[in-house]
């Protein structure tokens, strides 16, 4: 059921290394990817994809987690992601100045992606806090390609609950055994 799959779907910021990910998975989740809506068709997003040690050992640093829980790190050494996408913008294509839809694209892309991975037994985090320019430099990606998103993958290894909250007063916490809580909005309080 779709409603499983969201539900499985947290932002996870653990991970079991020993769980790698091939390019050919990835490729299965990108074949997907492929067939999603986009504004105007315009295929606009092109992906980089990180599957190899030395790849994901580039850029990992470049990444920022969990910042509403410092200084506690995340993910713990030895828990990082085995993968990434990164998700960029063909700047021949498009950019956000021409297109005014591009950020719904990759949030399309974005989900659809988490969700075929979690389809897979595995999870991950969409990040947005890093710089472009630090990851292209990082991973060689050229000039016309802009990081917009990057999708961090593994098999997560942390215990994520969500709850009805009436009042949204931290993104997220923990608790005194790890486990990570997110606070959603009720039905009643979304819908206007
Ligand atoms: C566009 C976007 C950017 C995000 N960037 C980061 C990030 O840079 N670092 C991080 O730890 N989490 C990041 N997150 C994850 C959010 O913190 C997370 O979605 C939120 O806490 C709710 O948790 P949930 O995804 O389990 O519902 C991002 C999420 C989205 C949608």
Redesign the pocket.
């Known amino acids: 059921m779709l409603n499983d799959l969201i539900l499985k779907n ?2 996870y ?1 653990s991970f079991d290394r020993s769980r790698k990910i091939s390019k050919e998975e990835l490729m299965l989740v990108m074949d997907m990817a492929r067939k999603i809506p986009s504004a105007r068709n315009l295929q606009a997003l092109k992906y980089r994809l990180c599957y190899t040690d030395e790849d994901c050992a580039k850029l990992f640093p470049l990444t ?4 509403a829980l410092r200084p506690l790190v995340l993910p713990p050494k030895g828990h990082e992601p085995t993968s990434y996408i990164i998700i960029c913008t063909d700047s021949d294509i498009s950019s956000t100045e021409k297109n005014r839809f591009l950020g719904v694209d990759i949030g399309i892309a974005a989900q659809t992606i988490m969700l075929a991975a979690t389809e897979r037994g595995l999870g991950g ?5 890093f710089s472009a320019e630090k990851v292209k430099e990082a991973l060689d990606i050229d000039e016309k390609y802009i990081p917009s ?1 990057i999708l961090a993958l593994g098999k997560p290894d942390e215990e ?1 609950v969500l709850h009805d909250a009436d009042e949204i007063e931290a ?2 916490f923990r608790d005194e055994d790890g486990t990570h809580h ?1 606070p959603k909005r009720k039905l009643e309080d979304i819908i206007i």
């Open positions: 947290r932002s910021r920022s987690w969990a910042g985090c969409m990040l947005g806090a998103l994520i993104p997220y997110v």
